[in-house]
């Protein structure tokens, strides 16, 4: 079976400085995996997203995250956050079957202060 | 272009009454996802439609909810007899092809059951 686990359920950071936001995963077989982020009253939105190719996927907004096998983890980062980037993460699993049925993590709220 | 149109974008309900919710994909999709966010739950897989195929509804937790996609383009999730447990926000998401990684969500239906 699938899973994801997001190891914060909040984070909180200065805006300029890093973020770091975690993430492990369980499958039965190579998944695929994506970072989605949901601003207030927003829809959600794919930051990113790892399909077995390189294993640093770059997305949108200057994130990035590595797929790392050994450590089954997926986290996410950025060098420098930005007051807009304060918003609602989730880590996603793909399911079983060939259409991705999508399985989220609980989600990480990512607060940014000036 | 146009991204996925849901309606309508709150619905207060008394408990006991029916409700429709309506989802709008992107053109040419011809996979459609529901997807329902609580505080409780987190976001839980609903069901999947995929051009004429019977629909995946293994994620519907109860025999009150049903969904159909008309002509393979709209879809509409209905829910029976509402309860309050059944308040949460219902995600739509359309993807291009079937086993296509990318998920694009609609703003969701923000459903208040009284």
């Known amino acids: 079976a699938q899973s994801v686990t997001q190891l914060d359920s909040h984070v909180s950071v200065s805006e300029g400085t890093p973020v770091l936001l975690r993430c492990n995963y369980s499958?039965?077989?190579?998944?695929?995996l994506f970072w989605y982020v949901q601003h207030p009253n927003k829809g959600l939105q794919l930051l990113l997203k790892y399909t077995s190719a390189a294993t640093l996927v770059k997305g949108i907004n200057g994130f990035e995250a590595e797929f790392k096998k050994s450590e089954t983890s997926f986290h996410l980062t950025k060098p420098s956050a930005h007051m807009s980037d304060a918003a609602e993460y989730f880590c996603v699993v793909s399911g079983p079957g060939g259409y991705n049925k999508l399985i989220f993590g609980a989600g990480t709220r990512l607060a940014v202060h000036p | 272009g146009a991204g996925v149109s849901q309606s309508p974008s709150n619905k207060v309900t008394e408990k006991g009454k029916d409700v429709e919710l309506r989802c709008d994909p992107i053109s040419g999709h011809t996979a459609l996802y529901w997807y329902r966010q609580s505080l409780g739950q987190g976001l839980e897989f609903l069901i999947y439609?995929?051009?004429?195929?019977?629909?995946?509804k293994s994620g519907l937790p109860s025999d009150r909810f049903s969904a159909e996609r008309t002509g393979g383009s709209v879809s509409t999730l209905t829910i029976q007899r509402t309860q309050q447990e059944d308040s949460a926000v219902y995600l739509c998401a359309s993807s291009p092809t079937p086993g296509a990684d990318t998920q694009y969500f609609g703003p969701g239906t923000r459903l208040t059951v009284l």
């Open positions: 499958s039965s077989y190579s998944p695929s």
């Open positions: 439609f995929q051009g004429n195929s019977a629909p995946d």
